[in-house]
């Protein structure tokens, strides 16, 4: 049925000319390999009892390293059974030494109470197995039995960071006694939070010397470009990589799918979340089990109406298809996960959540709704599809916006790149110096002491003078009353989330019950759940009635169920002004340069806009906080003379400088291998961060036209506050990327501005395309 | 770039480190204490010494130590020290803070036993934090010679963290004494009748203490930052007393109550009746006559219901109904005039009158009152639902079969 389907859909003549370009990936027979001599009987048999009588190659491979003492990472892909690798030297070690301590890190709980199920499953006849989850969800008073019994202990980093380092005294067994550290899912650890990473773990190789352990790393990612590289990075130590994969797989085909021009004059395609909903209804309704990605949360709905609605024409059941995206909760997502298990969920539409191992068994074709912003990310959600045997397909829909454009115009780049670079900045000094202060807080810095190989001297003297720190004797004490690891969140700029409470069927008896639906981060709070909007949950619409925001408030969002036909997409101003510069760079059109910034977001109001077929059918506003936070920038300034030459006109030239800053934004991402979402951008100018204020897209417009002097500034800044080093990559490589930008210009077959080079030209204006070819030649010349 | 930046924090330190003027009086001269050697570097250690006889505010030090410490340990459900009150430590700790963890230090320990005829307080102090080895040192022996720890809220504070500060230095924890935290007879006896149980309360309010120029808690840790920055010790002092009084109003309390188990005809009515929730688990009859006392030497107030309700519920339960009868009537009566309304004394008497004494027209007029009165304070639907639906269920019993 799969291939019937998919036959049509490359040969029809409606679909077929949108295939850009399809990939075969033939099947793969497994190579497998004994039982190690050294393994312990019980465990073997503990294997064979679960149906396993052999390895394969990698797992065999890697117990001979771990066994040799060898730090190493395992990189095989989705479902080729990385966890054996890391559970049998585990188990055996603990069949041994009931007395050493084995740490397993997993970036979320759900993933450690995932791996705990599957642990407990496979050591059930083996002695001496003390293993527990110690996480937020640990209860207070079992948190000291955990810490008195158990010799493997599941976590994440942001526990080790806040709750186990900082009382190393009452873990002193497990320091003492650390056998191995497990990491999994390693390739999630970069950019900031890898950088978090890296230091909480130098912090835990120091607690280790202090009780004199050194623990032996065990790793496991997903395909990356470096995952030795990012190993070594994170735990400072040298690893041993393990990238052999002897998994069986199944025959696969990749597809890349462009959703056909509907207004060639605009260069407007098919919306592709249109495009995408409607390629997994056609699996769907044959029963091919689907897993639909989202770029965002808010598409994740959009799509899962769409999909909901399509499934239901036909089946009359649209229970079969689910939602899943982080701020669901937990009970929901585990439902969800047990539903694809067990086969009585079809369809899965999802975040990028579903990229990580969480177990939900076997899917016949992903549908990859918009480039995920990296090619391993990619690879990885095209791997949901498809386990070990069978065929299976994977859909790869553009969007229209550039960097998705390209990809599926030039898929010899979508397959023949490498996997991305995880790039983490362990020295980063926002990170460091945080870290720093956890880690004397933990045990006094010696004098000489490096923290993992860096030189941190200068930066304790500055923590003196700081005042947080004191010096005694040849060492460096905390000496503050606060708790450090309390103010330092691994992931965001706050740990605080939003509850968001259905009130809709409050009556008499349900005064004292809260109906928590969802969950929402701080930093994307006011855009999603600000008052008045449409907060969708599993595709049915709820209406904000009122945020609970204020710092000694507990932070919820009331909402009320509503039918309505439209979701809100919110309106934010914006500003971004330099607090100090670092780098300058002169060139003959344009002065470039890098340094600090402040940005400061703030919504204002929200669109309307109608579910199926996207248009806008109104608008509001609302009163909210500004948000701000310090970064890093590259920016450009074009000399005064530069833009007299291209036009007379400033509204021309900040048309024109829009397109452009909307170009290097899309186009930066591959020079840098990040996400777009990695990037913010902004056309401003150069005043200094006193007293400005935030202004949407049109008051900004307006106040750069009216300004005294006219010196508009294109910047490129890092989405990560504190930032991660992508600004001062953006500043290095800016004449390159220039060129890059006229050179895609001259080739887009657009005339007057379309996604895929400037932005649609009702958006832009009609002759800003004209004006950022005109200056880009000049910034190139 | 980097042996400038060596060489002026250098400078600054020596200039911050250097006691300001020649003439300056080292730190054991202010705070009066002297520099000993602990075998692991050396320890400010300040002692002073105080007779038995010694007032702390209304209270004599000598009683402590002839309280009965089995009982008062079995009371606050701890360990009976194996020893009499000669082998008792008191101990009071004063830290960088209260966050917990690795990262708060005890800077000062003051550690007070009874020497044949005088009480003794020594405290440890560290000059600056890499002087907690020598701390640690000195405080050991002490903690290991002694039978039995006596401190306020130690179980929750004091004793975690100098574990933690003994694990992080790779030493023992010779802290595994019995112990006995006042906090938690205290909170038994005086949570009812005093606004809190602080012991700056307790000291005003039991042993009739009123501290002068005392340094409020909280400044504590900036204090000690601040003489860690400034080398100036005088402000100290007032820390180094107000760890002397914590220390003596251990012993003052412990005192009080080894005098109170024992003589209660001195006691108040609302310390005769916190003594009775103190006894109730371990001695019910002595609970029991404790309650009964508070109530005759004229217990007033919420403190006076609460004790009638827990006497009914013991009379009850050895179906004394007469004398539970009583004391519900009592509440009863009581909370008329209060602005609360408490339902629990009109349920029980609307039961008793109903399945007791069958007298369903008493029952009746009772619970009517009770539902007129539960709706002039305002009380809870739960409560007038109940109240009401009871009511109802005796009228109808009440009214002539048809």
Redesign the interface.
């Known amino acids: 049925m799969l291939g019937r389907i998919l036959d049509d859909l490359l040969t029809s003549p409606t679909t077929g000319p949108c295939i850009t370009a399809t990939r075969h990936f033939a099947p793969r027979p497994p190579v497998l390999a004994p039982f190690p001599p050294s393994l312990d009987p019980r465990i073997a048999e503990a294997l064979r009892a679960r149906g396993i009588h052999d390895l394969y190659a990698h797992q065999a491979r890697a117990w001979e390293l771990i066994e040799k003492g060898h730090h190493v990472v395992v990189v095989t892909p989705t479902a080729s059974g990385k966890t054996l690798c890391y559970n049998l030297p585990a188990l055996q070690c603990l069949v041994h030494q009931p007395d050493a301590r084995i740490l397993y890190l997993f970036p979320t709980k759900a993933l450690a109470q995932d791996q705990l199920a599957e642990l407990e499953e496979l050591a059930r006849t083996l002695p001496e197995m003390r293993m527990f989850t110690y996480d937020g969800d640990t209860p207070q008073d079992a948190r000291r039995a955990v810490r008195a019994r158990a010799n493997l202990v599941l976590t994440n980093p942001d526990m080790l960071h806040s709750g186990i380092l900082?009382?190393?005294?009452?873990w002193?067994s497990l320091f003492q006694n650390l056998r191995y550290v497990v990491i999994d899912e390693l390739h999630a650890y970069r950019g900031v939070f890898g950088s978090h990473l890296a230091n909480v773990l130098r912090r835990l190789r120091r607690v280790c010397r202090?009780y004199g352990s050194a623990p032996q790393f065990v790793m496991a990612s997903a395909t990356i470009a470096n995952p030795g590289e990012l190993a070594r990075r994170l735990t400072g130590e040298s690893v041993e990589e393990l990238a052999e994969s002897g998994a069986p797989t199944g025959d696969k085909l990749f597809v890349c799918y462009n959703p056909p021009v509907v207004n060639p004059e605009l260069g407007i395609r098919a919306p592709y979340l249109g495009e995408a909903a409607r390629l997994a209804v056609r699996f769907l309704r044959e029963k091919i089990a689907t897993i639909v990605f989202a770029q965002s949360r808010l598409a994740t709905e959009v799509l899962l109406t769409a999909i909901k609605g399509g499934v239901a024409d036909r089946t009359g059941d649209s229970g079969i298809v689910r939602g899943y995206r982080g701020g669901y909760l937990p009970t929901r997502r585990r439902a969800v996960e047990k539903g694809l298990r067990e086969g009585e969920v079809l369809g899965v539409v999802s975040t990028n959540a579903l990229e990580l191992g969480v177990d939900i068994g076997h899917l016949d074709v992903a549908v990859l709704a918009g480039y995920p912003g990296a090619i391993a990310s990619l690879w990885q959600q095209a791997g949901r599809a498809g386990r070990r045997s069978g065929s299976s397909a994977a859909v790869f829909v553009a969007s229209s916006a550039p960097l998705d454009q390209f990809m599926v115009t030039h898929p010899e780049y979508l397959f023949g790149t490498p996997p991305e670079h995880a790039r983490v900045n362990p020295d980063n000094p926002f990170i460091l110096a945080n870290h720093l202060k956890c880690a004397?807080?933990?045990?006094?810095v010696a004098d000489a002491e490096r923290f993992g190989d860096t030189d941190v001297?200068?930066l304790l003297?500055a923590l003196e003078d700081e005042?947080v720190l004191?010096?005694?004797?040849?060492?460096w004490?905390?000496?503050?009353?606060?708790?450090?690891a309390d103010h330092i969140s691994l992931r965001t700029v706050t740990s605080d989330n939003f509850l968001v409470i259905d009130t809709t069927a409050r009556d008499?008896a349900q005064v004292k019950r809260r109906q928590v639906i969802a969950e929402v981060d701080w930093g994307s709070a006011f855009a999603t759940i600000h008052p008045k909007a449409i907060y969708l949950v599993e595709s049915e619409p709820y209406e904000v009635q009122e945020l609970r925001w204020r710092e000694d408030e507990e932070k919820v969002a009331y909402v009320k169920r509503v039918q309505v036909d439209y979701f809100t997409d919110a309106i934010s101003a914006k500003g971004v002004w330099i607090l100090q510069r670092l780098a300058d760079q002169d060139h003959p059109a344009y002065l470039a340069e890098q340094g600090e910034v402040l940005v400061a977001e703030k919504v204002v109001g929200f669109k309307k806009i109608k579910l199926g077929t996207l248009e806008n059918v109104g608008s509001g506003e609302v009163e909210l906080p500004q948000q701000e936070k310090q970064t890093t920038a590259a920016w450009l300034t074009v000399a005064p003379e530069a833009l007299a030459r291209v036009s007379p006109s400033r509204e021309e030239l900040i048309d024109g400088l829009r397109a452009v800053t909307y170009l290097l934004h899309h186009l930066a991402p591959i020079f840098l291998l990040c996400d777009v979402r990695d990037l913010g951008s902004w056309l401003g100018d150069t005043t200094p961060a006193t007293g400005g204020a935030v202004a949407t897209r049109e008051s900004a417009k307006r106040r750069l036209m009216d300004a005294e002097r006219f010196n508009p500034t294109v910047y490129l800044y890092d989405a990560h506050a504190g930032g991660i080093g992508l600004a001062e990559r953006v500043f290095e490589i800016l004449p390159a990327l220039l060129r890059r930008g006229l050179e895609t210009l001259e080739a887009c077959a657009c005339r007057a501005g379309c996604p895929s080079c400037v932005g649609p030209v009702n958006e832009v204006g009609r002759r800003a395309r004209a004006t950022a070819q005109a200056l880009l030649r000049l910034l190139t010349a | 770039m980097q042996s400038l930046d060596d060489l002026r924090r250098v400078i600054r330190r020596i200039e911050t480190r250097r006691p300001p003027g020649a003439a300056a009086r080292p730190v054991e001269a202010i705070l009066g204490g002297e520099i000993q050697d602990t075998g692991a570097g050396p320890l400010l250690v300040v002692r002073r010494e105080y007779p038995l006889a010694h007032a702390h505010g209304r209270a004599p030090l000598a009683p402590a130590f002839a309280a009965p410490l089995p009982l008062l340990a079995a009371l606050a459900r701890a360990e009976a020290p194996a020893t009499d009150g000669r082998g008792l430590l008191f101990l009071d700790t004063e830290t960088t803070g209260l966050a917990g963890g690795t990262g708060t230090y005890a800077f000062l320990v003051g550690a007070g036993w009874r020497e044949a005829d005088r009480f003794v307080v020594a405290q440890y102090f560290l000059r600056d934090l890499d002087e907690e080895p020598a701390l640690l040192a000195a405080l050991a022996p002490v903690l290991e010679r002694a039978g039995g720890l006596v401190t306020f809220n130690g179980t929750g504070f004091d004793l975690p963290l100098l574990e933690t500060r003994f694990v992080l230095a790779r030493r023992r924890w010779p802290g595994l004494l019995p112990h006995l935290d006042l906090l938690r007879p205290a909170r038994r006896v005086f949570a009812p009748s005093l606004a809190d149980c602080r012991l700056a309360t307790l000291e005003r309010e039991v042993i009739g203490l009123e501290r002068d120029d005392d340094v409020p808690g909280a400044l504590i840790p900036s204090l000690y930052f601040d003489f860690l920055r400034t080398r100036r010790a005088a402000p100290l002092a007032r820390v180094f007393e107000h760890n002397r009084q914590d220390v003596l109003s251990l012993v003052a309390l412990l005192g009080w109550f080894g005098r109170a188990l024992e003589h209660h005809e001195e006691l108040g009515a609302a310390e005769l009746a916190g003594l009775g929730r103190l006894w109730e688990p371990v001695d019910l009859a002595r609970g029991l006559g404790c309650y009964r006392g508070a109530l005759a030497a004229g217990l007033a107030g919420d403190a006076a219901h609460g004790v009638r309700l827990r006497l009914a519920a013991w009379e009850k339960r050895r179906r004394a109904w007469d004398e539970a009868h009583a004391l519900w009537t009592d509440a009863a009566r009581h909370d008329e005039r209060r602005a609360g309304f408490d339902p629990r004394p009109w349920e029980e008497l609307a039961k008793l009158y109903e399945h007791r004494r069958r007298d369903l027209g008493a029952a009746r007029a009772l619970v009517a009152r009770a539902l007129d009165l539960a709706g002039a304070a305002g009380a809870s639907a739960r409560v007038v639902d109940a109240l009401a639906h009871r009511l109802a269920r005796l009228e109808r019993r009440l009214a002539p079969r048809a």
């Open positions: 900082p009382h190393h005294t009452k002193a202090h004397a807080f933990e045990l006094p001297r200068r003297a005042g004191h010096h005694a004797g040849d060492r004490h905390w000496a503050a009353e606060t708790y450090p008499a």
